[in-house]
């Protein structure tokens, strides 16, 4: 059977990394900080906490240490985003080219639209089942690396033997470890008029026809999965058919031409609008956390329903601008002590992520107290803007 491109996982590049040095060299670290950071225990390469599940359940999150954030950051923007063709069923943390839609749960919702039966998936514990011998298969068979580097990448994405959530590097990890079975899979689906889209671990299976049995499907898409060693969660099998109430994928309804929220939400967000509205008429509530916080809230739901073009998005946009929240005190003394902290590390940690992103989040505040309609915290910000760019300076030029 011969697979279509647009299904399958593909290099744009036909360069191999055949050794450690020039691993070191393709990441811009040195082999002996990759050697180190490689070697770590792992239970020095990650802190970890738990959060709760939605089913009430805990999940294990982990928190790379700094030596492992920054060479699973090189990782991802050396290998896996500028090297990986992602094929068109796949979304979630898979970048897109300028020109190409964004893999995103509305895009891959949009590839259901007027379907009118739905199955959707679910790979169980999906993470704790992405084990090494299946990311060594990732690095040696896809990417075609040698065996040493295969084996410190490995070291470098996994810890207990599986791909660990909180890792830089495990959405694409994860993204990819069905590289070896997904293109026939979707292309089995596609012969038989199924529209198939996998959203990390959420597998979605639709038809435009009615009542549509999915036994077999299902069966094909476990044994699929069992060949990789990653079991389906069969307690969450969910079939779906076109009724009175309306079909979705994540959370967007799919019986028009393009996916679109339900009006609830319009309702819901227009509301929130409406309570901004009457709080700024209380003395100094627009300074005051609460409010900037059910603003920013405001404002994502607004991007979030203008992604589907939703008519109101505008209007809603136009009234909010119009009830922006203000700076306080408070912003002035986090922005020197940010400055402070930029000082005493820019001998040190001026070449870090941690130091630029400090410099820009602090930049960021500036502009907002900059905002206030009244300028009576100007003064203020100008002498503080002109302390906080001396390190931007710094920073960018060594």
């Not at 979630?92 to 749960?105: L, M, N, R």
């Not at 994928?249 to 609830?264: E, G």
């Amino acid at each position: 059977m011969t697979i279509p491109d647009k299904y399958l996982f593909k290099l744009n590049t036909t360069n191999k990394i055949s050794s450690l040095n020039n691993l070191a060299s393709a990441l811009g670290v040195t082999l002996s900080d990759l050697k180190y950071a490689a070697n770590l225990p792992d239970n020095k390469k990650y802190e970890h906490f738990f959060i709760k599940k939605s089913d009430g359940r805990e999940r294990l999150i982990h928190k790379p240490c700094k030596e492992i954030r920054n060479i699973q950051r090189r990782i991802n923007h050396r290998i896996f985003k500028p090297l990986v063709i992602w094929p068109v069923y796949l979304f979630g943390s898979v970048p897109s080219e300028k020109h190409e839609p964004a893999h995103d749960y509305i895009n891959c919702a949009k590839r259901h639209c007027l379907s009118k039966s739905v199955l959707k998936l679910d790979i169980k514990d999906f993470f704790d089942n992405i084990d090494e011998s299946l990311v060594k298969k990732i690095f040696r068979e896809f990417f075609k690396y040698s065996e040493s580097v295969v084996n410190i990448l490995t070291k470098i994405c996994c810890v207990n033997g599986h791909v660990p959530q909180g890792a830089l590097t495990s959405s694409y990890i994860a993204s990819l470890c069905l590289f070896s079975i997904e293109p026939l899979l979707a292309q089995r689906l596609n012969n038989k008029n199924l529209r198939y889209t996998r959203y990390v671990d959420d597998i979605t299976i639709s038809t435009t026809k009615h009542k549509f049995d999915f036994n077999a499907t299902i069966n094909i898409v476990e044994n699929l999965l069992n060949s990789v060693d990653l079991p389906l969660n069969i307690e969450k099998i969910k079939t779906e058919y076109f009724s009175t109430e309306p079909l979705k994928v994540h959370n967007l309804r799919i019986d028009f031409n393009k996916p679109r929220y339900d009006k609830s939400e319009t309702k819901n967000l227009r509301a929130a609008i409406n309570r901004l509205s009457i709080q700024k008429k209380i003395p100094n509530y627009r300074s005051h956390y609460f409010y900037r916080s059910d603003y920013n809230r405001c404002v994502g739901l607004i991007n979030k329903i203008s992604r589907v073009n939703n008519p109101c998005s505008n209007r809603f946009f136009k009234k909010i601008k119009k009830i922006k929240p203000l700076p306080n005190p408070n912003d002035l003394e986090y922005v020197r002590k940010s400055i402070f902290e930029l000082i005493r590390d820019s001998l040190t940690h001026k070449n870090t992520y941690r130091y630029r992103k400090k410099f820009f989040r602090t930049q960021q505040r500036l502009i907002f107290i900059r905002s206030h309609p009244q300028y009576i915290y100007e003064g203020s910000a100008n002498a503080l803007n002109i302390l906080l760019q001396k390190y931007r300076l710094n920073y960018e030029e060594k």
